[in-house]
Structures are given as C-alpha cells and as structure tokens.
C-alpha cells in the first residue's frame, strides 16, 4: 500500500485545517487508518486513529478538537483539526494496517506509512 497525505500547512491558533491520506495498491483490505505526528525532538506519537468499522481513537490532548474519518469506499482517511493550538505543531503521518492475502489460506498483516506533511501553528 501507497499512502499519499496532503493538507499541512501554518495556520494562527484557533484555526483549523484539514489532513488527508489516500491508499493505493494492490492489497485485499485495509483494517485501520490513522495519523501520527512527532514534533522536533520529539518520538512519533499517535493522534488519532479509525478501524474499517468505524471505531475511533483519539489521544486525549486532541479529543473535542479533531476529528478523523474513513471513506472505505475511496481508501482514504481525513483528520479535521480544529482549534488548534501551538503544541499541535508538528510532522503529522497518516498510517495504514492492511492485509495482503497469499495463496488461499494465508494472510499477511503490513503496516505502511505516508510521507509527512508539515503543520505549523503560531500563537
């Protein structure tokens, strides 16, 4: 799997902006999609995160604030960020746990990761 992320950006705080990552390739589904970030100096940590039925996952400093959603349909997630706020800045990466089916019997779990995109937030 492919993962395309487009939507970073600079923005004041109080603003909003929009993530999106698109999947492609050949795969036989995808079973979650989610979107880290790591800020300088700082580890990758998740954001927010949404299963292929729809259960979601936030961390707690974004809950009330972004909201994430998945097109099955189209393979793509999308994280609305609202009120966003300085800390926010950040490489976010949007990721995918997908499986590749080989031969009849067997399943391969993947995870595959997009290229960052840059949010910057200025107070």
């Known amino acids: 799997v492919q993962l395309q992320a487009s939507g970073g950006g600079s923005v004041q705080a109080g603003g909003s902006l929009t993530l999106s990552c698109v999947a492609s390739?050949?795969?036989?589904?995808?079973?979650?999609m989610g979107w880290y970030r790591q800020a300088a100096g700082k580890q990758r940590d998740l954001v927010a995160d949404i299963s292929s039925g729809g259960v979601v996952n936030y961390v707690d400093s974004v809950k009330g604030r972004f909201t994430i959603s998945m097109d099955n349909a189209k393979n793509t997630v999308t994280l609305q960020m609202n009120n966003l706020k300085s800390e926010d800045t950040a490489v976010y990466y949007c990721?995918?746990?997908?499986?590749?089916?080989?031969?009849?019997?067997?399943?391969?779990?993947?995870?595959?990761w997009g290229q960052g995109t840059l949010v910057t937030v200025s107070s």
């Open positions: 390739g050949n795969f036989s589904r995808i079973n979650d």
């Open positions: 990721n995918a746990d997908w499986i590749r089916k080989i031969g009849d019997d067997y399943e391969l779990p993947l995870r595959s």
